[in-house]
């Protein structure tokens, strides 16, 4: 994969990230938007979102995607993004584009899907 491509990719990741970090924060403004807070003190801790607190905020659908997705961006450090952890193969741009945080090619994720082999990175 190119540099082109990882920039795109990146892209893709981080755009979701941010999607699933802002309904985070959306949530957190609601509850703190309560008669007689004022909240003056609002300052850093408003501005930082821990993991743990968006493990607590997010579906545990919306958790495995956060999780993939920081999985992917270390991939993209080590150089190992775009490659299929069972088979060691590509993964299809197209699988990438719809899945930017894909593990596996569609083949190994077929046979995952039917349990036919075990989850690597589960
Ligand atoms: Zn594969």
Not at 38 to 58: K, V
Request: charged share 35%; hydrophobic share 30%.
């Amino acid at each position: 994969m190119n540099k082109k491509q990882l920039k795109h990719y990146r892209g893709l990741l981080e755009t979701k990230r941010g999607e699933l970090v802002d309904r985070v924060r959306a949530a957190r403004n609601t509850e703190t938007q309560g008669p007689g807070e004022d909240a003056p003190d609002l300052g850093d801790r408003a501005l930082t979102t821990t993991t743990r607190e968006m493990s607590y905020r997010l579906s545990a659908e919306e958790r495995v995607i956060l999780k993939r997705i920081d999985k992917a961006l270390q991939r993209m450090e080590s150089g190992t993004y775009g490659t299929c952890l069972n088979c060691g193969g590509k993964i299809q741009t197209g699988r990438l584009e719809a899945v930017p945080w894909a593990r596996y090619c569609i083949e190994c994720q077929e046979l995952l899907d039917r349990g036919e082999i075990p989850d690597l990175d589960p």
